[in-house]
């Protein structure tokens, strides 16, 4: 019994962690969009649907208290946040790398309309953008990790100025969003709660010197 619940909850575990998280955004000349994903449930983020609340009573303002008068609220300093900013690059470049080689462009649809003030110019201009896009959509599609990629390039004479529209979805696993979260969180903590004793304990000295 204790066993067929252990391999049960196992299961359930390892379908959790392969769960699709993600974003999907969309631009097209008459919307625009953006959505939270998981698994096959979505949630619209941009435009937010209007809520439509009662009217009551606003409560009397409060006055503003004063810059540090809350109980155990501080200010960061500009050299401790200075500091806190160069010890946090390298994990956050690092971490930056690790996200990219796991995220994941499920769909990726764009149109380019190709347009100049001159037809002449317009043609020109979508023969240069055809052979660019050639040559760097294979490369792209390796290096993004894209599954499912399509782009037209339209040469459009009405129009005096080039347009970019299209819809992008990106997502990456719940383990692997718990692994990058487990491997980095920690040491972002470390760091944050080192940064914070060297200014109590600069704080402290100061106040002895004064």
């Given at each position: ?15 959790l962690?392969?769960t ?5 955004g ?32 606003e ?28 010890r946090?690059l ?12 796991r995220l994941?462009?499920d ?15 317009t043609?020109e201009?979508?023969?240069?953008v055809s ?5 760097v ?13 399509r782009?037209r390039?339209?040469a459009?004479?009405?129009?005096t100025?080039p347009a ?7 997502s990456?696993?719940a ?13 972002c903590?470390?760091?944050?709660l080192e ?6 304990a ?8 004064a």
């Open positions: 019994m204790i066993w067929g619940v252990f391999l049960a909850l196992l299961a359930v575990l390892a379908l962690g392969r699709r998280l993600g974003v999907r969309e631009y097209t000349p008459r919307s625009a969009g953006l959505w939270l994903r998981v698994g096959g449930l979505r949630w619209q983020l941009y435009p937010r649907k209007e809520r439509t609340k009662k009217r009551t009573a409560p009397a303002a409060k006055p503003a208290k004063a810059k540090g008068e809350e109980k155990g609220t501080a200010a960061l300093s500009p050299e401790l946040l200075f500091r806190l900013a160069r946090l390298p994990v956050a470049l690092e971490g930056a790398g690790q996200l990219r080689r994941q462009v769909a990726l649809r764009l149109e380019i309309l190709v347009g100049a003030p001159d037809p002449s110019e043609a201009r979508y023969g240069q052979v660019l896009l050639g040559s959509w294979q490369p792209a599609v390796e290096a993004l990790h894209i599954q499912d990629g782009v390039v339209l459009d004479f009405t129009r100025a970019l529209y299209g819809s992008a979805s990106l990456l696993t383990g692997q969003l718990l692994w990058l979260g487990l491997r980095y969180g920690p040491k903590l470390k760091i944050l940064v914070r004793k060297q200014e109590k600069a704080g402290t000295r100061q106040r002895k010197a």
